[in-house]
């Protein structure tokens, strides 16, 4: 309803604004036939004429210009509620809002927009530092900000954003993250907004390669050292069962066979046993008789070898007795 009124108001200045205007060309013609009789009277009366039509004036273009800083899209909420404020109040309202108000309100909201701009997403200590440094100063130094100081702030961040980035990045990151700054500013802000990301995912996909072909090698090391283990294993069962064929050949090859003769008292021989391991053979009386028992699985030549030293342990007996009869019969 009050935008609507002041709406109307607005329209109905504008329309008798002209009416105002251009009266005193009427006013004019008709003077003449007044002003010989009365020339003083009329002369009185046109300054206060020309004063009203330029406060008319004054007034639609006063509202004129509050209107159309009220509809500016680009004007903070502070100056608009001026604007409205002012409109609805009297043409004194309207001049005071002109000449001051306008001004308050537009500080009004450069202190909110400044401070709005640490909401940034690359603030750093340089914006910080010059938004306080706007906020202790004048409106001027507000506007400063705000149309110039605010970018050059913001960039010097940009700059030192991308090398800290850069101190903590993978190689690809670094690789961009110095070319960026080496190109400029614009070159920075896209780094920061698209190309860190980019050269992180690269660092990551050759950062799992790399485990991956990590972990291939450490269990093809572990697969080849288990192969390694079982053969060794393999070769030392089988030289362990072949020293231990080596060790039973040693006591059957003919060297430890020992005689022995059992001469009775009568002259009588008893019997004669020779040993070898796993076998027994005894000879008695007058007679041989030889015996084999627990045959051991020794190699043919050792059972050769146990047969001529019992032929000669037999021989060693007959002597014995032929040497035993000569005796007796001398």
């Given amino acids: 309803m009050k935008k609507q009124a002041r709406l ?56 004129i210009k509050v209107s159309q800083i009220a509809s500016d899209k680009n004007a ?39 401070i709005r701009t640490l909401s940034g997403k690359y603030v750093g200590r340089n914006v910080r530092d010059a938004v306080n440094k706007a906020m202790d100063g004048t409106p001027q130094d507000r506007v400063y900000y705000l149309e110039k100081g605010y970018h050059l702030a913001q960039i010097a961040d940009n700059r030192t954003l991308a090398v800290q980035i850069s101190s903590i990045g993978g190689p690809a990151v670094q690789e961009a993250a110095h070319e960026a700054i080496r190109e400029g500013d614009d070159a ?7 190309g860190q990301y980019e ?18 090698k450490e269990k093809a090391d572990k697969e080849k050292a288990a192969k390694d283990k079982a053969a060794k294993d393999k070769a030392d069962k089988a030289a362990e069962e072949k020293a231990a064929k080596d060790s039973g050949k040693g006591g059957t090859d003919g060297k430890n066979v020992q005689p022995a003769t059992d001469v009775r008292a009568n ?64």
Avoid: C, M
Avoid at 199 to 216: C, L, S, V
């Fill in 76 to 114: 903070g909420r502070s100056l608009r509620e001026a604007a409205n404020k002012a409109l609805d109040g009297t043409p004194e309202d309207v001049r005071r809002f002109l000449e001051t108000g306008q001004y308050k309100a537009r500080d009004t909201d450069n202190r909110v927009a400044v």
């Fill in 8 to 63: 109307t108001a607005f329209l109905a200045a504008a329309a008798v604004a002209p009416a105002v205007l251009f009266s005193s060309p009427a006013v004019a013609a008709e003077a003449p036939s007044t002003a010989k009789s009365a020339p003083d009277r009329g002369a009185e009366a046109k300054p206060d004429e020309a004063g009203k039509q330029s406060d008319a004036r004054s007034v639609v273009e006063d509202r």
């Fill in 199 to 216: 050269a992180r995912a690269k660092d990551e996909a050759a950062k799992k390669k790399a485990e991956e072909e990590k972990a291939a």
């Fill in 267 to 330: 002259g009588e021989h008893g019997t004669t046993a020779v040993t070898t391991p796993g076998n027994a053979v005894t000879s008695a009386g007058h007679g041989t008789s030889l015996a084999a028992t627990g045959v051991s699985p020794a190699a043919p030549w050792a059972v050769g070898g146990a047969a001529v030293a019992v032929a000669a342990g037999a021989g060693l007996v007959i002597a014995g007795r032929r040497r035993t009869a000569a005796g007796e019969r001398g």
């Fill in 188 to 194: 920075i802000q896209r780094f920061l907004d698209v």
